[in-house]
């Protein structure tokens, strides 16, 4: 048997004129979702083109309010899923011997700092749509290497922590 929808419990005490309004709002949540779109693509080494897997890329508006996070898979791909449409600032956010990037090819100095991250070019995420083809091809990175001694007698020091800046004054590590 099929009930009219007027007749089912949850909206028995409703009179009938307020019945659009709350099939409307119901809908709400569904329509939100269709018009959120994502970004993909791939992460490679510049050397050789290998994947990199577990890599996170970042998608930020220009006012870096919204941050949301990807993690790139073993084949180096990911997704950024559920973005409001408009545009997005991505760079890459890894601490596994890469050069940090800002999309389209901008090296970041260390860990991306926020005036490098809106110097990159912005991708546009349409209502319902996936804009693809968002790839980095990360550079090796260096590592710097050393002991900290005691200048009286040549000792070793421990627990003593390292900062590492760029040219430029941007902390790397």
């Known amino acids: 048997t099929v009930r009219p929808f007027f007749s089912l419990p949850h909206l028995a005490g409703l009179p009938r ?20 779109g994502s970004i993909s693509g791939t992460v490679t080494e510049s050397a050789g083109g290998a994947p990199i897997a ?6 930020t508006t220009l006012d870096q309010n919204a941050t949301v996070t990807g993690v790139t898979n073993a084949l180096g791909e990911f997704t950024i899923p559920g973005l409001t449409p ?13 050069v940090n990037e ?29 804009t693809t083809g968002v ?15 005691n200048a009286a007698d040549g000792s ?18």
């Open 54 to 59: 577990n890599l996170a890329v970042r998608a």
């Open 86 to 98: 408009g545009s997005f600032y991505l760079y890459t956010s890894t601490t596994a011997g890469f």
């Open 102 to 130: 800002v999309y389209d090819n901008l090296q970041c100095p260390g860990s991306c700092p926020s005036s490098f991250i809106t110097a990159g070019t912005p991708v546009v995420v349409p209502p319902g749509g996936t």
């Open 135 to 149: 790839n980095f091809a990360l550079d090796a990175g260096g590592s710097i290497t050393g002991h900290i001694t």
């Open 156 to 173: 070793p020091l421990q627990n003593i922590s390292v900062t590492v800046y760029t040219r430029i004054g941007g902390t790397t590590v």
């Open 17 to 36: 004129r307020t019945l659009p309004v709350v099939l409307a709002l119901s809908l709400l949540p569904a329509l939100a979702t269709a018009q959120t």
